[in-house]
């Protein structure tokens, strides 16, 4: 499961930065911060969760709402690697469920 | 790099960041750097010398791209199930209008996204379209349409394509209420590419020459083996009515004024035979301005044959079946497009409908008949190498050249062709038809026409020549003639003109300012040999004591 979600995260960090402009660009280096003061823009994160979200529900038919879970567990979106492993843990219990 | 690109501003009524993203990251020619103006605020931006318009250089192009309820409040209300009328719509609409052509002059181009609603509405049902919003919306984008038909620089551009394209990943509820973002990614790279298409087609770089193999690209099989009645084409089996419905697709372009040569490896007597004779050929002969079959190396073929047409590469897109001939012509032309092609004959037409290197921003009566006027050319090239000398040539071909000052009855042609020609160019400027028009009108400014013909036909308004007057002196600012006419003694005489109309004024030199680019070589050589003294290199000067002769092959009128 873990590899799926890190194949997602990756599609969708493509994806996102496909239609971002330079300075709103996303560092692919899996430790980059995406909060806080030296994180990313807003609208690059709510661009990556969307694409994420999108991706999710197309391979595993799973809805999602990451800006939900942005809200609950801050410190899962502290980064890309950090975004995955949450990810691939979300991922497990809605599909259990 | 930056510098390179040109300057977008994207003016819209929700979060268009993305579509700024799409327009600086995506790797077609143009290069373009976007920017978006504070959203929500379009007519505050269009009314205005709003700062994001930038104080330096002119907008090379702006999108404004709305939605239909925040022009049209009634047309919301409409959308809420109120009765609205057309009345109250259009009005609405009109103080639209005229907002973007206040803002007309801000920017060289102006794309205006057409309206749309979204794919999964389904509004009324089966009344939708006789009394819901849909009808209204389709109105309005025809009323929009008609509003700037006439304005050269503003083009309305088909935004339900864009989201068509996109399927069901157009709309995204989920980036609206995240960050007013209504649409999915694909939505945003499609509109981006038509940008650039069409700010491509305004700066004259459309392709015009589609080179075409024929054996299992025009019909199926090959000629040689086959024969005539083996080759797959028309019909009632899929190949063959596929093959002709490609032929088909291909004589629209034409009509549009895209011509069409053949590059085939085949015995020529036996391929032509099959066009002029196979009964379900759409194509025939006089729909190819040139060809080459026979056994040759086809880049060498199509060099050829480009350099015959007075083409530039850049011009040039090459369709064959085969990879390896792909390959060939992609490594040896590099600047000839070569796309890879489908291997079956049922997505060729699909497959062309989806290019955009053919696209134009403006349509005249001379694009329908360009093939003709290449096919009278190449009656002309057939006659030069029957005919000994090539004065002999020129005066066997009757030509005459009418002149005639640049005025709105020529305007759109003439725009047309100083936006769109390449080679014979001395400045190459490119401006849109209302820039053109004040310029002509200025004092001092000078503009003048030259409309070509011969025994073969009519080759229509291919000639531009203009002058500014500064003290005796006059600068020559545009100098552009088509290349379907290059090379008989046109040029000439357009210089000709230009100094019969400097001497008029009473001007004792001309100027000639050559303004290099990567394809405008042929008028250096030109300008070079006329022998004229050079202030420095391309600097032209022609002192005007002496009249410059008016070459002989030449009947000018005016």
């Known amino acids: 499961m873990q590899v799926a979600a890190d194949e997602l995260v990756m599609q969708a960090l493509a994806e996102a930065n496909s239609v971002l402009a330079s300075h709103q660009q996303i560092s692919v280096d899996p430790d980059a911060p995406l909060l806080g003061g030296s994180g990313v823009e807003s609208l690059s994160l709510v661009t990556l969760l969307m694409a994420i979200e999108d991706r999710v529900e197309e391979a595993m038919d799973v809805e999602l709402s990451l800006t939900d879970e942005l809200a609950e567990h801050p410190q899962a979106f502290a980064s890309i690697v950090a975004l995955s492993t949450f990810l691939a843990t979300l991922i497990r219990e809605l599909s259990v469920e | ?558």
């Open chain 2, 1 to 558: 790099m930056s510098e390179n690109r040109r300057r977008c501003l994207v003016i819209s009524d929700f979060n268009a960041e993305h579509l700024v993203g799409a327009l600086n990251n995506g790797q077609g020619e143009p290069g373009i750097q976007a920017q978006a103006a504070p959203f929500g605020q379009v007519a505050q931006v269009l009314l205005t010398e709003h700062p994001c318009w930038g104080d330096a250089e002119k907008t090379d192009v702006a999108v404004i791209w709305t939605q239909p309820q925040s022009v049209s409040p009634s047309f919301g209300r409409m959308l809420a199930g109120e009765s609205v009328s057309w009345d109250e719509i259009a009005a609405e609409m009109a103080g639209f209008c005229e907002l973007v052509r206040g803002a007309s002059d801000r920017a060289r181009l102006i794309l205006i996204a057409s309206w749309t609603l979204p794919n999964e509405r389904r509004g009324l049902g089966a009344l939708e379209l006789h009394q819901g919003a849909t009808r209204m919306l389709a109105r309005m984008n025809e009323a929009l349409c008609l509003a700037f038909d006439v304005h050269a620089s503003v083009c309305v551009i088909d935004a339900a394509r864009w989201i068509g394209m996109a399927g069901d990943k157009a709309a995204s509820p989920r980036r609206w209420y995240a960050g007013k973002i209504p649409y999915g990614s694909q939505v945003f790279h499609e509109a981006a590419d038509d940008v650039r298409s069409a700010q491509r087609a305004s700066e004259g770089l459309t392709r015009k020459l589609l080179v075409l193999d024929l054996d299992n690209t025009l019909w199926g099989g090959g000629i040689g083996d086959d024969g005539i009645d083996g080759i797959e084409l028309g019909g009632h089996s899929p190949k063959g009515e596929a093959f002709a419905d490609f032929q088909r697709a291909l004589k629209t372009l034409t009509r549009r004024g895209i011509v069409l040569a053949i590059c085939s490896k085949n015995e020529e007597s036996v391929a032509l035979r099959a066009i002029d004779e196979h009964p379900e050929m759409v194509l025939r002969r006089d729909d190819f301005v040139a060809w080459r079959i026979n056994w040759q190396d086809k880049a060498r073929n199509i060099a050829e044959m480009v350099d015959e047409l007075n083409l530039g590469r850049r011009s040039v897109v090459f369709i064959d079946d085969n990879p390896t001939e792909r390959g060939r012509v992609r490594e040896a032309l590099p600047n000839v497009w070569v796309p890879e092609w489908p291997v079956s004959p049922a997505r060729y037409c699909q497959t062309l409908a989806s290019w955009d290197c053919f696209d134009s921003l403006q349509s005249t009566a001379e694009d329908a008949k360009r093939t003709g006027m290449y096919v009278a050319e190449r009656e002309r090239r057939s006659l030069k190498a029957e005919v000994g000398s090539m004065n002999d040539w020129l005066m066997s071909l009757n030509l005459q050249v009418v002149v005639t000052e640049f005025d709105d009855n020529n305007l759109n042609r003439t725009a047309q062709l100083l936006n769109k020609t390449n080679q014979m160019n001395l400045s190459t400027r490119r401006m849109p038809e209302a820039e053109l028009q004040q310029w002509g009108a200025a004092s001092g400014h000078h503009m003048w026409t030259f409309v070509v013909s011969d025994r073969f036909g009519e080759s229509g308004l291919t000639g531009i020549a203009s002058l500014r007057e500064e003290g005796t002196t006059g600068h020559v600012v545009d100098f552009i003639l088509s290349c379907r006419v290059m090379g008989k003694c046109i040029e000439e005489t357009m210089f000709h003109w230009l100094c019969e109309r400097a001497r008029a004024l009473g001007l004792s030199e001309l100027q000639a300012l050559y303004r290099p680019t990567e394809m405008n070589a042929p008028c250096l050589r030109f300008w070079e040999g006329l022998g004229l003294e050079e202030a420095r290199p391309g600097h032209f000067v022609a002192a005007l004591k002496e009249p410059y002769p008016r070459p002989a092959c030449i009947e000018l009128s005016s």
